[in-house]
């Protein structure tokens, strides 16, 4: 009898083994885990949903489901698996990833509830942190994410994005100089992240520097050459430095761009005016005024009225 309970202790124990470790010894999980971390995100959804397919009660095997589903785009599939995880135990990932998608879909109090329980599991997550200085950011405490923002890097110096936040929290509080030192890490990690040179360009505008923001904004435009908000901003940065031709050649790419653009036609002509051009610039005020951009009537009046001409009085034959 003494041998037979010993025998029914050690296969007890070994079933609860076997039962622990089914997350790493299920070959479908563990392929599945080696697709998505590859990239190949439909191939992962293959293998989880065999894997569930032998064992359901996995809370692991949900959160991997619902990775995979949010990187191909179907968010409502993965929110349900988030939800079927957290039903089997609360943990770290479900609670993050479920805070993201409600932050994605600016529910900010669920996200705020899920993010900060998982703070509570796990407070050195830079992407959590980072998360959660999104959340605050869009709460408007611009001082609480700074300070989420600034832990994040503490376990994640590597992503530009956060660098580029807090330069846009800098800037909003007034900054430049921090806004544009933390733009400039962000670059240093990215040099094709054309929202931190535009962002940087914008600062370096406040602060004067002219000639680095026309830099920063034609950085901008090798990434996104058709941004006409750049542009123009470009454009306007040439000027303050006497590029007026440079200028002149971002508005005909506006114009280009986008034909109905009325304030593109003024300034083009704005730009004509200072170069001396005065007749193309008569004919672009008259295209902005005929687009609703009303101040190229009081240009027209200024610079295209109409000339007086000299009438030769007839001679009266004698």
Do not use: W
Not at 16 to 25: A, R
Not at 220 to 242: G, P, Q, R, V
């Amino acid at each position: 009898m003494k041998i037979l309970k010993a025998l029914s202790i050690i296969l007890f124990f070994g079933l609860l083994l076997i039962s622990c470790s089914v997350t790493e010894q299920l070959s479908e999980y563990t392929s599945a885990e080696e697709a998505y971390n590859q990239g190949r995100y439909q191939t992962a959804l293959t293998f989880i949903n065999r894997a569930l397919e032998i064992q359901n009660d996995q809370p692991d095997f949900y959160v991997l489901r619902a990775k995979a589903n949010y990187k191909v785009g179907n968010k409502n599939l993965a929110m349900d698996d988030l939800n079927k995880s957290l039903a089997l135990k609360i943990n770290f990932n479900a609670l993050h990833l479920r805070g993201k998608l409600f932050l994605e879909n600016n529910n900010l109090e669920a996200a705020k509830q899920d993010l900060r329980q998982a703070y509570d599991i796990n407070s050195e997550s830079g992407d959590l942190l980072f998360d959660l200085g999104y959340l605050e950011y869009l709460n408007g405490e611009n001082q609480l994410a700074l300070e989420y923002y600034t832990q994040s890097v503490k376990f994640n110096s590597r992503n530009p994005n956060t660098y580029v936040n807090i330069g846009n929290i800098y800037a909003v509080m007034g900054n430049s100089k921090l806004a544009i030192d933390n733009y400039s890490k962000a670059l240093v990690l990215d040099t094709t992240d054309g929202i931190a040179y535009y962002n940087r360009a914008n600062e370096k505008m406040l602060l004067g520097d002219f000639t680095g923001a026309v830099e920063d904004y034609e950085n901008s435009l090798l990434i996104d050459s058709t941004n006409t908000n750049t542009l123009f901003i470009l454009a306007e940065a040439k000027m303050k430095i006497n590029d007026n031709k440079g200028a002149l050649n971002n508005y005909s790419t506006i114009i280009k761009l986008d034909s109905t653009s009325a304030k593109a036609y003024y300034f083009r002509g704005i730009t004509e005016i200072a170069l001396g051009e005065n007749n193309n610039a008569c004919l672009d005020f008259k295209k902005a005024g005929e687009r609703g951009y009303f101040d190229a009537y009081e240009m027209i009046k200024k610079y295209c009225g109409p000339q007086k001409k000299l009438i030769k009085k007839k001679k009266v034959k004698s």
